[in-house]
């Protein structure tokens, strides 16, 4: 077999585990860590059985490694942890004090700006603009680590 077609088992190996895992920069990781194992176990497999082809070398480390399923399953176990309620509350804590600082930040730095420009900036546009702008990147960091 050409080194296209054990590609091509590898490859639909990370696509169908990549569909069982959430969408974020740590599932990208791991699957780049999951690939560079099965290729690292290939060639440990190859040295050992140079005899055997390699698309059943390659099929004996997937079997090793489990299923997609199995690896998802596995992730989801130590990637969220439940929360119980005192952590629950802390989280909310953490949210509720995190929005009240973002507002008197956008509040300090509308009436900076309101003041810097001498009234060429209302206050109120530069607030709705600050406001907007702490929004968008609450959502892009909630992306970035996997909360959304």
């Not at 810097?116 to 546009?125: H, K, L, R, S, W």
């Not at 603009?129 to 960091?141: G, M, N, S, T």
């Amino acid at each position: 077999m050409s080194n296209e077609e054990i590609e091509q088992i590898i490859d639909d190996y990370i696509r169908r585990t990549s569909r069982l895992l959430p969408d974020n920069f740590e599932t990208e990781d791991l699957l780049e860590d999951l690939k560079a194992h099965i290729y690292e176990g290939l060639g440990h497999k190859q040295q050992i059985k140079p005899a055997e082809s390699s698309v059943e070398l390659v099929q004996e480390v997937l079997k090793e490694l489990g299923t997609p399923e199995e690896i998802a399953e596995e992730y989801s176990k130590e990637r969220v942890p439940d929360l119980d309620d005192d952590e629950a509350e802390d989280k909310f804590t953490y949210y509720a004090i995190r929005l009240i600082a973002a507002i008197v930040v956008a509040v300090i730095a509308a009436l900076i700006v309101d003041f810097v420009t001498e009234g060429a900036v209302d206050f109120a546009f530069a607030f709705f603009v600050l406001v907007a702008f702490a929004v968008i990147e609450w959502f892009v960091r909630a992306k970035q680590i996997g909360e959304s």
